[in-house]
């Protein structure tokens, strides 16, 4: 998962892994507006066991940061 503008998506279609992330990026700058989205860069592949790892490295960001404790 990550966080993009609907033409960067858009822009992405469903295009490979690499292609995607050399779409989503800026060329001169190579970073996205969102900062969470940056992380994506280090990735050499999106597995859904990358996917998992993103999901609850975000969710327990996210409930830390708003306190969502049990």
Do not use: C, H
């Amino acid at each position: 998962m990550a966080l993009l503008s609907r033409n960067k998506n858009s822009a992405a279609s469903n295009y490979d892994f690499d292609k995607k992330k050399s779409e989503y990026f800026n060329p001169i700058s190579g970073r996205t507006t969102f900062v969470l989205t940056n992380q994506v860069l280090s990735q050499d592949e999106w597995t859904p066991e990358v996917f998992k790892q993103r999901q609850t490295l975000l969710v327990d960001k996210l409930t830390n940061t708003w306190q969502l404790y049990d």
